[in-house]
C-alpha cells in the first residue's frame, strides 16, 4: 500500500501490499512476499482477538483518542503497509504498520510478532503528516506482566 503525505493527514493512494522504499533490488519481492505473510499473521491474530497492548501502547491510544475498534479495524486493514521490519530486535522479532480505520484514520503500531500465538501492541498513535514514525525513541522493555488485558 502506498500512502501520500503532503499537507493533513497520510491517505490511501492504492490498496496493495507494497513496502516502504527500503526494499533492494533483486530483494523487493522476497521483501513483499515476507510483509504479506506479517499482515496476513496480524490480521488473523487480530480476528481471533489473540493480541495484547502494552501499558506503553494504552497510555498512547488513550492520548490519542483511538478506540479499541479503530485499533482492530487499522490492524486488520486490507489498505496497510509494513513501513519498518526489525528482525533482530533483541527483544524480539516486531514491524512499524501503517493501517487505516473504516473512516480512513491513519494509524501506526509498532507490533511484536515474535510470539506464535499472541500479538503484542507495543505502541500505537495517529499517523499524520508531520507524524515520523515514532521509532527513533526508546521504547520500553517489557514482560508479559506488562501487557495490558
Same mark, same amino acid.
Given at each position: ?31 513483499? $512476499?515476507?510483509?504479506?505473510? &506479517?499482515? /496476513? ?8 482477538? %489473540?493480541?495484547?497492548? #502494552? !501499558? ?45 480505520? $473504516?473512516?480512513?484514520?491513519? &494509524?501506526? /503500531? ?8 499472541? %500479538?503484542?501492541?507495543? #505502541? !500505537? ?25
Amino acid at each position: 500500500m502506498l500512502y501520500a503525505i503532503g499537507h493533513g493527514k497520510p491517505r490511501r493512494t492504492s490498496c496493495g501490499r507494497v513496502q516502504d522504499g527500503g526494499a533492494t533490488e533483486g530483494n523487493e519481492v522476497q521483501d513483499q $512476499e515476507r510483509f504479506a505473510t &506479517i499482515i /496476513t499473521d496480524i490480521q488473523q491474530k487480530i480476528s481471533a482477538r %489473540l493480541y495484547r497492548l #502494552t !501499558v506503553h501502547a494504552e497510555r498512547e491510544r488513550e492520548a490519542d483518542r483511538i478506540t479499541i475498534r479503530e485499533l482492530e479495524e487499522a490492524l486488520h486493514s486490507q489498505c496497510c503497509q509494513v513501513i519498518e521490519h526489525y528482525p533482530e530486535d533483541p527483544r524480539g522479532a516486531s514491524c512499524l504498520r501503517l493501517g487505516f480505520t $473504516e473512516l480512513d484514520l491513519p &494509524i501506526h /503500531t509498532v507490533c511484536g510478532i515474535s510470539l506464535p500465538d499472541m %500479538l503484542i501492541i507495543v #505502541t !500505537v498513535y495517529i499517523a499524520t503528516s508531520n507524524t515520523e514514525p515514532k521509532t527513533t525513541i526508546s521504547i520500553p522493555v517489557f514482560s508479559m506482566s506488562d501487557v495490558a488485558r
